[in-house]
Structure formats: structure tokens, C-alpha cells
């Protein structure tokens, strides 16, 4: 008797019986057409193997549990695409189990527990749902990015034990009994993610943008999809070989870690290893909107890299860059394009999101969805005006009416209230933090393992002051997201005020190294990360960066020139600083942005305030005005005096 430890995969359809009987012939064409065009395309795809079809359903066996869930996923997801349109007595939808277990061979049938588990898993799935065992959640742990949820442990029928199971958490596939009428979110599409890739530009990029660009054809996904081909060996060393199918990996690997992006396993892109390939076929084929492929060319100590992300439904160029580097610590190479490339490609400033925004921008007002929203409020956000970050604020309140879900609006209403609270844009700043912290709180609920929320959380926690708990914050922001190098410039700016300049600097050098093209909100934070750590020169670089500064913008020019000894361009900062607000003071910033931890920050940008010309100290009728303003004890001193 042979034995085979395989993944199974159960599928069937819901209520077939009743829709057999209202319309035998169409139901039956209808499915029929599913399984040749779907079910056997994509099992094969994934490296599976139909052993059994039954009139309403299919047992599949897979070699590797993440082929198999891949594989149901993708068919759970074309399926609500499929049915978007269909009316509800003639969509055919399907529930899914996933087991992994010992077999018995017998020729091309498969028999014994791990299969009847599969089937009875199927049985306890939401119509367009998968649900799973303990051991197929034990060997994916990690791999995928498809988080579960807990049921419980289910007694089913022929099993001694009762059976741990867990149902896969598919955003935007259709949950609910057959008869639900829901259509994911926002009731108009079927959605997966919540968020948009962004392409950096790169020194030397080049692009060309299409009239009415549209995602690639019968996308399932709602959010850019990226398919990474493997990277070719132009030279006959097998060494290369090793080193373009690491550089692949590694690629896919740290993309994976995105919440902004879907992309496509590395195994379901293998097969195009050493072919040519048309890359708007492999769009069509992989259901992505983008597509990167690169080479490696080695020539004695040298070797060159090149990169090319392309438009899956055009076939144009979005960006291309070319890296020369030495070939002696090849490692130290894989490691330093990895990163590039994949900071490259998941950053907010660049292509994808260009091309991603002008689309939005294309479309009726009717006909906007929570994700363009989302679009548009980072484009307005990034702005750096009060126009702009009140309109950002309406934006994603827009977004999260169409879908309540979307973690990623709450993050941008938390950075947009923050800005406004440093710029000085707010007559109450108590309120604002408020709603600030019900936004960041939301966020991290929604998506807990995302750094972007946690980053939200721990600026809304810092802005109150609580500094002990916006650092656990920060470390959890950067322990999801190391290479967001937008994440990192954020943790950078805000790790002064709990009382560690040098931690700044360390995550700001790191994000410049991974954006070297950065965008101008950037120096707002490098400014004062250097500033605090007592790098003058780099601060008062950074404060002249700014376009269109403002009051504060002027303060930290001033206070950077007085400590570096230049009392003429202090004075003229200053002078800035009192012609856009009269009323500024440096206790009063420091009030309105939560305070600091150490006292060392504080008296930092306060004497230097005041080496400046500036007002130091917040004064008494200004106190009694506004008595919960933090109060630094460098100016309660004063004010005693």
C-alpha cells in the first residue's frame, strides 16, 4: 500500500441541487464552463492534480500546501469576479477545504483521512470562503498573506477527534448564506486590499504614460498587483544562476511584506525561467497589472544589474534603472539591490502612484471608489498647505463612508492631523488629538500587523505626550515595515521627543539610503532630526529645502543659524517667523506637539529660540488663556524671574 503526505483541496458548489432543478441544462453549462476555463487552468497552474470530479464539486491534491492555498484563494476571488454581474439565482459560488494529511495511492484516486477531513472542512465553509486545518495553518505560517481566524475545534462525521479549524480572512470575497446579496466593498466591486503601490524614481528613470491607462484584463485584485519574473543570467557561469534566482526570491520575499501591494508567488512565476515571454500575456495569465524582469551580466570583477517594471497591459516601460556594482561580495550585492529595488517599488512617491492618481483623477465623481478616495487624500496631504491637508481630511472620510474597513484612511487621517498640529494650522489642538487617537486606535484594530497602523498609533501617542507608549509603537512600526522608507523618515522625526536623537539619525541615514530621490515633506523631518542631534549644518540644509515655508519653517533655519553662529541669517529667519505669526514662541510649539521626553530636547529648541531672537517662553495672559499648555520648566524659571 503506497502512502503520499499531500495537501488536499475540496471544492463544491452551493445549493446545485436547487439550481438543477430551475435550470438543469444552464446550471450545468454554467459550471462546466467554470471548471475549463478556472478550476483546471489554475490547479494545474499551482502544480496540482484533479483525482475526482463529482457532479457538484472536486478533489484536487497539491505537493505544497502554499500552491494549494494560493490556489483556492485565486479561485475563491475569480469566482466573486466572475459572478459581479450575475444575478443571484444564477451565480454559482463555492466553498473550499483545505487539509494536509497521509494518503492512500490507488492508482489515480486518492484515499483516507486527509481527504475526508478536506471534504468535511469544505462542509463548514461560507458560501465563497475557505476554510482550513490546524496542520495546513502549521505549514503556512508566514508564507502567505492570507491571515485566518479561529472557529473553533468542529466534531464531523467519521473523525474520532474533533478538528481545530480556521477560515481564511479573503477581503472582498462574498461571505454570508447563498442568498446574501452582498457585493464586497462598497458595495459596487470586489475588493482585496486596501492600498496602492507607489514607484519611486530613480536616478535616470524613464517613463512613458497611455490616455485612459486601465488595469489589466479581468484583474481580481483591487489593489496594484506585481508579478516578478525571474531575473536572467546573461553569462554562461552557473554561479549567476544561483545569484539571479536569489536576487528573485529575495525580491518577491521583501515585496510580500507590503500591505500596498499584491504580489504573485514566486513559484507561480518560475515557470517563465529561461523563456521569452510577452509580458501582456503573463499580465492576462497572472491577473497583474505590472510585471518586473531584470538581468545580470557579469564581466571579470564587475557586474551589472538592470531592472524594468512594465505595464502589464500596454507593454510600456513604467521604470528602469541599471546598477553597476563590484562581484567580489556578490551577498553584500543581494542583499544592497534587494533592498533598493523593493523600496523602489513600494514607496508613496513615484510611478505606479502617478499613473495610479492621474486615473482617479480621470473618473466622474460618481464613480469613485474608496480606494481613489484614499489616492486623492495622500495626493492633497503631500500638498503641505491647510487647503490641502483639510482636503485630505475630507477625502478619507470619504473613503472609509464607502468602506469602513479601510485601515489605511485612518493612518492618512492621523499623519494629516499631525501636520496640521506642527504647522500651526489649529485654534484646538486637545480635539483634534482626540480624534487623532480614535483614528489611530481604529487602524491598528483593523489591521494589527501592518506597521503603517502602528505607526499611526504611536504618533497619536507621542502628540499626547504618552512617550512611553508611542515608543513600543515605534518599534513595532519598524519591525513590520524595515525597508518603508516613508515609515522610517516618520519614526525618525519623532524619536528626539522620546528622548533618542541618535536613534533618529540612524532611520533617517537608512531611509536616504533606500529614497535617495526623496520627496520635499522629508526635509521637514530631517530638519529636526538633525537639529536635535546637534548636526547644525545638515538642519539648516534641510530647513532651506522647504518651498513654501512658514512660520515654523523659519524657526528652525533660525535656531540651526544661531547655533551654528550665523547671528545675520538668524535674524533674518527670526524676523520671517514674526511677520507670519506674531504669536509664536518656542514653549508654544512644544506644547502644541506633546512635549518631549527629556528635558535636554526641550531646552534644546528653547535656548536656541532664544539665541535666535526669537520668544522663548509662552507668556502669562497667554497662560491664562490656554491653561492646559504644557508648561517647560526652562520657562517657568523664566516667568518666576
Known amino acids: 500500500m503506497e502512502r503520499r503526505l499531500v495537501a488536499i483541496l475540496a471544492a463544491d458548489v452551493v445549493g446545485y441541487s436547487r439550481m438543477m432543478q430551475v435550470d438543469e441544462s444552464g446550471t450545468f453549462e454554467r459550471l462546466l464552463a467554470h471548471r475549463k476555463e478556472l478550476f483546471e487552468p489554475e490547479i494545474e497552474k499551482h502544480h496540482g492534480r484533479i483525482f475526482k470530479l463529482m457532479g457538484d ?120 448564506s447563498a442568498n446574501s446579496a452582498a457585493r464586497g466593498r462598497g458595495g459596487k466591486r470586489i475588493w482585496l486590499g486596501l492600498a496602492v503601490v507607489a514607484l519611486l524614481v530613480a536616478a535616470g528613470a524613464t517613463f512613458w504614460f497611455a490616455d485612459g491607462l486601465q488595469r489589466s484584463g479581468s484583474p481580481v485584485f483591487d489593489k496594484p498587483s506585481v508579478a516578478v519574473l525571474p531575473f536572467d543570467n546573461l553569462g554562461d557561469d552557473a554561479k549567476w544562476d544561483r545569484f539571479a534566482d536569489g536576487l528573485t526570491e529575495d525580491i518577491i520575499t521583501d515585496l510580500a511584506l507590503s500591505k500596498t501591494l499584491y504580489v504573485i508567488a514566486r513559484n507561480s512565476t518560475a515557470v517563465y525561467k529561461g523563456k521569452a515571454v510577452d509580458i501582456r500575456q503573463v499580465g492576462r495569465d497572472l491577473g497583474v497589472e505590472y510585471v518586473l524582469e531584470g538581468s545580470i551580466q557579469a564581466s571579470g570583477n564587475q557586474m551589472r544589474v538592470t531592472a524594468q517594471l512594465i505595464n502589464a497591459t500596454s507593454g510600456s516601460h513604467v521604470w528602469s534603472e541599471r546598477y553597476d556594482r563590484p562581484a567580489q561580495d556578490i551577498f553584500a550585492v543581494q542583499i544592497e539591490l534587494t533592498e533598493k529595488i523593493a523600496a523602489t517599488i513600494t514607496g508613496y512617491e513615484g510611478a505606479i502612484a502617478e499613473i495610479e492618481r492621474a486615473m482617479a483623477h480621470r473618473k466622474a465623481p460618481q464613480n469613485l471608489t474608496a480606494f481613489d478616495y484614499y489616492l486623492l487624500g495622500m495626493e492633497a496631504k503631500h500638498g503641505l498647505t491647510k487647503e490641502g491637508f483639510l482636503k485630505a481630511d475630507e477625502l478619507f472620510r470619504k473613503a472609509l463612508e464607502l468602506d469602513p474597513q479601510l485601515a489605511r484612511a485612518h493612518v492618512g487621517i492621523v499623519q494629516t492631523y499631525a501636520l496640521l498640529i506642527d504647522a500651526g494650522f489649529v485654534t484646538s489642538v486637545s480635539e483634534l488629538l482626540d480624534k487623532q487617537m480614535e483614528s489611530a486606535q481604529k487602524a491598528v484594530a483593523l489591521d494589527p500587523k501592518d506597521g503603517e497602523t502602528h505607526l499611526a498609533l504611536a504618533l497619536a501617542y507621542s502628540y499626547r505626550g504618552e512617550m512611553d507608549r508611542a515608543a513600543a509603537e515605534f518599534g513595532q512600526a519598524e519591525e513590520f515595515s524595515p525597508n518603508n522608507a516613508d515609515l522610517l523618515v516618520i519614526c525618525a522625526w519623532i524619536w528626539p521627543a522620546l528622548g533618542h536623537p541618535e536613534r533618529g539619525v540612524e532611520l533617517a541615514e537608512r531611509a536616504l539610503q533606500l529614497n535617495p530621490h526623496y520627496p520635499e515633506w522629508y526635509v521637514l523631518a530631517l530638519r529636526s532630526v538633525y537639529l536635535f542631534a546637534g548636526n547644525f549644518d545638515k538642519a539648516v540644509e534641510y530647513a532651506k529645502q522647504v518651498k513654501t515655508p512658514f512660520a515654523l519653517d523659519y524657526a528652525f533655519v533660525a535656531i540651526a543659524e544661531a547655533y551654528r553662529g550665523d547671528t545675520a541669517a538668524a535674524k533674518s529667519a527670526s524676523t520671517n517667523v514674526l511677520r507670519l505669526d506674531p504669536d509664536w514662541s518656542a514653549e508654544g510649539w512644544i506644547s502644541a506637539q506633546g512635549g518631549f521626553a527629556r528635558e535636554q530636547e526641550s531646552d534644546l529648541f528653547a535656548n536656541g529660540a532664544q539665541r535666535a531672537g526669537l520668544p522663548m517662553c509662552v507668556t502669562e495672559i497667554k497662560l491664562e488663556q490656554q491653561p492646559d499648555m504644557l508648561r517647560l520648566k526652562i520657562c517657568n524659571e523664566w516667568r518666576n524671574k
Do not use: W
Not at 63 to 74: P, Q, R, T, Y
Not at 86 to 111: A, F, P
Open 57 to 176: 464539486g472536486l478533489l484536487a491534491e497539491f505537493g505544497s500546501v502554499v500552491d494549494a492555498l494560493e490556489c483556492a484563494a485565486i479561485l475563491q476571488r475569480s469566482m466573486a469576479q466572475r459572478n459581479q454581474d450575475i444575478s443571484q439565482d444564477r451565480r454559482i459560488d463555492l466553498r473550499i477545504g483545505v487539509n494536509v494529511g497521509d494518503v492512500i495511492i490507488e492508482n489515480e484516486d486518492r484515499h483516507g483521512d486527509g481527504v475526508n477531513i478536506a471534504a468535511r472542512l469544505q462542509q463548514l465553509a461560507d458560501p465563497g470562503g475557505i476554510v482550513v486545518s490546524q496542520t495546513v495553518l502549521d505549514h503556512a505560517s508566514g508564507k502567505l498573506a492570507i491571515d485566518f481566524e479561529s472557529l473553533g475545534s468542529h466534531a464531523v462525521k467519521n473523525i474520532a477527534k474533533p478538528i481545530p479549524v480556521y477560515r481564511a480572512k479573503l477581503e472582498g470575497v462574498r461571505k454570508g
